[in-house]
Nanobody, 126 residues
């Protein structure tokens, strides 16, 4: 059974930074796509970024381009989301999700991902 565990959330002031981590365990083979999604209270789940493992390509939502960077440590089976210049509208629960079928990752269709972490809260407030 695949397990994804997120960490690194917290309270930060506008303009600040946080780095989220997602550690995968229980996987015999590497996933093909891994992504970050977020969901704010009363809003739909939103794709933030993803990595296609085959070619290392990354995709970002327009709302985070230039501020967020997703990276992957292959050895540790861990992915990171470096979030800079945070805004109050970035406040949400952030989820890590993985899939073993996708060749090119997507952030537009969260049901495409079969495995999810429990989420970590990010609050941007002064």
């Amino acid at each position: 059974q695949v397990q994804l565990v997120e960490s690194g959330g917290g309270l930060v002031q506008p303009g600040g930074s946080l780095r989220l981590s997602c550690a995968a365990s229980g996987v015999a083979s590497d996933y093909s796509a891994i992504a970050w999604f977020r969901q704010a209270p009363g809003k739909e789940r939103e794709g933030v970024s993803c990595i296609s493992v085959t070619d290392g390509g990354t995709t970002y939502a327009d709302s985070v381009k230039g501020r967020f960077t997703m990276s992957r440590n292959n050895t540790k089976k861990t992915v990171y989301l470096q979030m800079n210049s945070l805004k109050p509208e970035d406040t949400a629960v952030y989820y890590c999700a993985a899939d073993f079928v996708q060749i090119e990752c997507t952030i537009k269709n969260f049901p495409s991902y079969d495995f999810w972490g429990q989420g970590t809260q990010v609050t941007v407030s002064s």
